[in-house]
């Protein structure tokens, strides 16, 4: 009888852990309105408030809330690939970033491009050190 | 008189003194004697390569103005002096190795420079008798905080491959 509670309570904590594992993208995509919830800095443009392998979250925004100074993630048309820079400028039509620690500004972004803004903790962008490497590297294996 | 001889004397009861019982000595088993014995040797490794291993310390000035690069004679450390933001100096570390092992070297930097220090080797096989030179390359970048002086070590580790 005793073994058969201690089988039940592994197997409750395995599953417990899978549903965990499995299901947290998911809910973070829906907690923070976007598809793309976790990104992984792969660069050294954003030091020192972002630093390579971090692991940040990103949270959907409308274009009407977006302002200088937020730290935002866009669609690169170029290479597709995704960029973590600070919005320098806010036009009409179009977004101009730039990473901290870069010299030059980046070439403009359109509205359509931004995926996401870092989600923030005391006006900081809340990251997890060394996570995103560990990321990269799970997702290289694949 | 009494006949002591056929007299049978009770002896009064000794009262019973709890004895503690002895301790069953640990005796290791050979499995756990091998365990031990891998362990030391490995701890004995970590230590030697810990032990032989290069340090630096890495020292850089951020300077107001542009185009400012310090000048730093000693090879003893990784000072990079001062720089301004956008600059960017190299020091050289030649690595020897004189003994008949390869060496696999692996280069650890800490410290708040470790993210402006750029190494052009790392990781890699070392051959018996041969020399390598490495490059640390620091570049200032634009977020650098002015007269902050940016510090940390290097750590060298080479480790014999047999």
Redesign the interface.
Known sequence: MATNKKYLSWFIYFAGLAILIFALPKLLSLGLRTPSPMAAITS?SM???L??GDLIFIQGIGAKDLKIGDVVVYRNQINNTFTIHRIAKLEKEFITTKG????QEDPPVRYEDIVGRALTLSNKPLRLPYLGSITMLASGLK | MNDIKNQTIEKPEEPEIATPEKKEKYRMRLSDKIIAAVLAVFFICIFYIVLDANKYRATVRIAPGEGIVGINPSTASLDFGDLSRGASAVRRVALKNGTNLSMYVAILKIGSISDLVDISKNNFKLKPRSEEKIEFTVFVPASAEIDKTYSGRVYLFKIPIF
């Open positions: 050294g030091w020192p408030v630093k390579q901290d620690a870069n010299f």
